[in-house]
């Protein structure tokens, strides 16, 4: 493949060591073992024994917001908590509503409902699986207060024409890049392009880590000034024990700060191993019958997971395990055919969403993480090429 060679498989980088292909592998964070325990270790026995909100967060903070451009970046205690911290400093609440995905994470609805907002549901684009910008229009109330697009999984959504859209109906926009970390659309970063947007770094996310977190990155100081308030129970961080605004447990660990600190100089190699990986795949099955790959190119692409929609999804996903490659389905159900959420949506108009539901019905994700070998890559290449043209003699 065109990717570069030093992957090739070397003792550790085949942990099943008979050709099984991980989604997820065990040695993730194999490079940054050693880091992790030795900060680990001068946290536990440092003199201050401060382990939230310290000095490593404000610098891991920095560090982001100095990358990106951003008026600030604030880390928090997850990806659905920064989503839910974004609605709250909006205002967003009780009698409220936000046009989301019909198709993606529970947080995209879960996250409005906990504000007292109703998330509505909007059908997504066939080809990008992001929401479709002009169902979204046809979603606005008077009650809408907000747009809440989602990059799914290797692109981004329509940031330029959501940009349009909420500036001409007045409305918010909150951009769930939680997955997009490093992607850049049009020359703007990924996080940047509404009022707030940000990141997850659970751990099977583009720059995850071995435990929970996330982070808003916003242009608008004020939004920043209010969710920092938010994710500390309301404190300004000058003085504790004053509480301005009702606010949340949302703190940000001082030992995943550090190790975080110490990652973020080798994301763009990672990020760029699973470009090349993406790419690769797309070159190789985009020709295949029954077999819908994401649209080509770099532009707002992030390689979160890499997500094919296939005819015969299920006999796809069989074969491949028989060839020993693990494979996901993300959202075997779009969310208003949820039972947390179908009640949301009785007696409202338009409640279709046809390319939702054929995602959910033919969406199989292929491992893309940045420690596939070469050798990997091309055996789940020649896997999906082998059903695809088989099925289709
Ligand atoms: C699009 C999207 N939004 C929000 C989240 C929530 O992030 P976290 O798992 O860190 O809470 C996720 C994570 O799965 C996600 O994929």
Redesign the pocket.
Not at 78 to 81: A, K, M, W
């Given at each position: 493949m065109t990717t570069t060679s030093d992957r090739d498989a070397t003792p550790g980088t085949d942990p099943a060591g008979a050709g099984r292909v991980p989604f997820f592998p065990p040695d993730l964070f194999h490079e940054d073992r050693d880091a992790f325990l030795r900060i680990l270790y001068d946290i536990g026995t440092g003199a201050d024994q401060k382990f939230i909100l310290g000095d490593h967060t404000r610098r891991f903070e920095d560090a982001l917001r100095d990358r990106l451009g951003a008026a600030d970046v604030i880390a928090c205690s997850?990806?659905?908590?920064a989503?839910h911290l974004i609605l709250t400093a909006l205002g967003i609440g009780p009698g409220d509503e936000v046009v989301v995905p019909a198709f993606?994470?529970a947080?995209?609805a879960a996250a409005v409902l906990h504000t007292g907002a109703v998330p509505v549901f909007g059908d997504i684009d066939p080809r990008t699986l992001t929401l479709d910008p002009a169902d979204a229009e046809t979603r606005v109330t008077a009650r809408t207060k907000a747009l809440m697009p989602?990059?799914?999984f290797s692109v981004m959504a329509d940031m330029p024409r959501f940009t349009t859209l909420a500036a001409a109906t007045g409305l918010r926009l909150v951009e769930?890049s939680?997955?997009a970390q490093g992607a850049v659309l049009d020359g703007r970063p990924a996080g940047l392009w509404g009022d707030a947007g940000l990141y997850?770094?659970?751990q099977v996310?583009a720059f995850g880590m071995p435990g929970?977190g996330?982070a808003v990155v916003t242009r608008d100081e004020e939004t920043a000034r209010r969710i920092r308030m938010l994710r500390n129970h309301g404190q300004d961080g000058v003085r504790r024990g004053l509480h301005h605004v009702i606010g949340v447990n949302s703190r940000f660990d001082e030992v995943q700060a550090a190790f975080q600190l110490h990652r973020l100089a080798g994301l763009a190699d990672r990020l760029d191993r699973r470009a090349r990986i993406a790419a690769h795949y797309t070159g190789h099955l985009a020709d295949l019958p029954g077999v819908t790959t994401p649209p080509p190119g770099t532009d707002g692409r992030c390689h979160y997971v890499y997500t094919l929609l296939a005819d015969d999804r299920d006999a796809l996903r069989d074969h491949l395990a028989a060839e020993g490659v693990d494979t996901h389905v993300y959202y075997p159900k779009t969310l208003p055919d949820q039972a947390a959420f179908a009640p949301l949506t009785a007696g409202r108009p338009g409640t279709g969403w046809p390319h939702a539901r054929d995602a959910a019905r033919r969406q199989l994700s292929l491992p893309v993480h940045h420690r596939l070998t070469d050798a990997q890559v091309e055996h789940v290449t020649a896997a999906v090429r082998a059903h695809a043209l088989r099925a289709h003699r």
């Open positions: 997850s990806g659905t908590s989503l993606g994470c947080p995209l989602a990059h799914m769930d939680a997955v997850s770094f659970v996310k929970e996330g």
